[in-house]
């Protein structure tokens, strides 16, 4: 009886096992676990919010922090730059967000829908309430394609693309190497944005591939921007304004589009400097830049700013109301560049505060606005601008980065995904503060 029961006990045991281990999995990332309560509640997982994740599991605890993320995918965006150029695979931007969670960390599956920082709560739109000791903010920006007349439906034909959406990046390069004459338009909106280069850096690699194509000589290129300058430092527009002149490329100033004929290839863009004017463009491939804006769950509470930001002294990333709340990224009103680069100095920097007042001491670290923006001039150059807060140039490399660089550009392809994915996500890169100063001989 004995031998023949001892396989049943086995296979009993078995199953015992892998019902703990599906238990342990749907606490840990469901958003159903029992617990309601916690020191450190992210809200966000995105770049900011899974970084500050595990540096705050290393200072309070895995079982002590938790982050509410709904999206079953974790992206790296900066390398839509290259998707939409045909040079990397949108799949290699790509990994599950279970995977990026620090192990041990609570996962709420669920979106934030309510603030209630006066009691210390969060409520999420699966009916959650969830209390924290320390908040920290990380709900990065909102794209709003339908403020363009035509979009998002625009999308549904060819020869348009836009590479800030994981939707339409591919469709950039759809329209990219299937050009055959007329119109290439390139966009930039009237409202901040996140990666602020980004709609010029497709200029110039659609330059690249139509000359390497043997297009180049049927095809009118143009950037039409909102902004009055084609970038905001001035050593590097400088620099790019060389490569515009030299490359043939088309820039006009102060031209908001606001509307996508799509099925007509038309587009229709404002003189910001002459309201009401409007000149329609056509076009045989068109980018698209969308309109952002801060998180919308953002809107009437008591976190934002006047422009619905999150509102956090510039410094030391607390916010200014509530001492136990803190921002990173994109959802912040830092008067920066909203980039991965800001993130992972801002990460550094927010990890000492929380580490000073959870000791009960003030915050000492003050973040410079570091932010950094690889400009991609070519299939195989780079431009590498990296400024502070002042808008003067804070660069990391002992040479005048206004220069194009093979090497930069393989920094930007190669290097920066991995520091990404092994070093910024773990919770071990803020940024190259330290670099820079062994580089420049501790004067930078």
Known sequence: ????????????????????????????????????????????????????????????????????????????????????????????????????????????????????????????????????????????????????????????????????????????????????????????????????????????????????????????????????VLFGVKKYADALWEIVKKRDLNVNLRNNLIEVRADKQEAVFENLDKPGETEVYKYEMIHVTPPMGPPAVLKGSSLEDEAGWLNVNKYNLQHKTYANVFGIGDCTNLPTSKTAAAVAAQSAVLDRTVSRILKKQTPDKSYDGYTSCPLVTSYNTVILAEFDYDGQPLETFPIDQSKESRIMYHMKADIMPHLYWHGLLKGVWGGPGPYRRIMHLGMK
């Open 1 to 228: 009886m004995a031998g023949r029961l001892h396989p049943q006990l086995l296979l009993s045991r078995q199953y015992c096992r892998v019902f703990s281990v599906i238990n342990s999995q749907i606490h840990t990332s469901s958003g159903l676990a029992s617990k309601d309560h916690y020191k450190v509640l992210v809200l966000g997982g995105g770049s900011g919010g899974i970084t500050m994740a595990a540096r705050m599991k290393r200072k309070v605890g895995a079982k002590n922090v938790a982050i509410v993320e709904p999206s079953e995918v974790h992206y790296y965006q900066p390398i839509w730059t290259l998707v939409g150029a045909g040079a990397k695979s949108v799949a290699s931007s790509a990994r599950s967000t279970a995977s990026v969670i620090p192990s041990g960390v609570t996962w709420v599956k669920s979106k934030v829908a309510e603030f209630d920082p006066e009691n210390n709560t969060v409520h999420t739109d699966s009916g959650k309430k969830i209390s924290y000791d320390y908040l920290i903010v990380a709900l990065g920006l909102e794209l709003h394609y339908e403020k363009i007349k035509g979009l998002p439906e625009g999308f549904e034909h060819p020869k348009i693309g836009s590479n800030y959406s994981v939707k339409t990046v591919e469709k950039t390069w759809n329209a990219l190497k299937n050009f055959k004459e007329g119109n290439a338009l390139f966009t930039f909106p009237n409202t901040p944005v996140k990666c602020a280069g980004a709609p010029q850096k497709i200029m110039y690699l659609s330059d690249a591939f139509l000359r390497k194509t043997g297009k180049r000589s049927k095809a009118n290129i143009i950037y039409n921007t909102s902004l009055p």
